[in-house]
């Protein structure tokens, strides 16, 4: 038994995949991140205070103290903006990339299978 030579071409994505996949990927670290800062907010002071007071990371540079609108000056958030954003990364991106590559058409056979 051998192999078709047409088979190996295949890989078994469909055309516009890789581009589908870094703009979902993306887009979905950007919506990680965000949600990620929100939750971090929610975390250090609750629910309440952050919707009653409209709190926000005023800025967030690498290695120093993180700045929120209320004046606070957060040491150590990072670790926790981090691990909150990659599991969120992970639960929203692999299902929605899923999703629309399952929209995107099949994939065209070439070869001598499609001639017959």
């Not at 965000?34 to 990371?57: I, M, T, W």
Request: hydrophobic share 45%.
């Amino acid at each position: 038994m051998t192999a078709d030579p047409d088979d190996a071409s295949d890989t078994g994505l469909r055309p516009y995949a890789t581009p589908l996949f870094i703009g979902c990927g993306l887009a979905t670290i950007w919506v990680a991140y965000q949600a990620g800062l929100r939750l971090c907010l929610v975390v250090l002071y609750g629910l309440a205070r952050v919707r009653s007071e409209h709190l926000r990371f005023v800025a967030t540079p690498k290695g120093a103290d993180w700045i929120v609108s209320n004046g606070d000056h957060l040491a150590g958030v990072g670790p926790l903006h981090y691990a909150v954003s990659v599991v969120l990364w992970l639960v929203i991106c692999p299902p929605i990339f899923l999703l629309l590559h399952r929209l995107l058409p099949e994939r065209e056979k070439t070869g001598t299978a499609a001639r017959r």
